[in-house]
């Protein structure tokens, strides 16, 4: 698990952030939602997002990297890769699984307000 891990934290941001945006998209959902929620939970900009985007910056960077994390995404509950995301141990596979579980609730089309647990 922990090379499984560290396999995933080595990936391009660039390569991994399209594929959440085309798993919103498929749902009706935009770019900018994936935005908005990426923003909510890592503390960066939509702008940051955007340059970090064409850059070299790895997923577990982008993660480690995130000017002020959430408070409020330890209100995030439930399933993702069959895996409770409140019940993960390792920090850094929490905070991209929440990131995940943000963006599933996207694609389920819930409310912006209940994603951003307002």
Do not use: H
């Not at 922990?2 to 995933?8: H, P, Q, R, T, Y």
């Not at 509950?77 to 995940?100: F, H, S, W």
């Amino acid at each position: 698990m922990i090379v499984e891990n560290e396999k995933l934290y080595g990936m391009p941001f660039a390569k991994l952030y399209p594929m959440l945006v085309a798993k919103a998209e498929k749902k009706g959902r935009t770019k900018e939602n994936v935005d908005d929620v990426t923003c909510w939970l890592t503390g960066y900009d939509r702008e940051t997002v955007n340059a970090l985007l064409n850059s070299d910056i790895t997923y577990g960077d982008f993660f480690r990297q995130a000017p002020e994390l959430n408070p409020k995404r330890r209100l995030i509950k439930g399933v993702v890769c069959g895996v409770r995301v409140e019940d993960i141990a390792e920090p850094l596979m929490q905070e991209i699984r929440y990131l995940d579980k943000l963006v599933d609730e996207l694609a389920k089309g819930k409310p912006m307000e209940k994603i951003l647990r307002a």
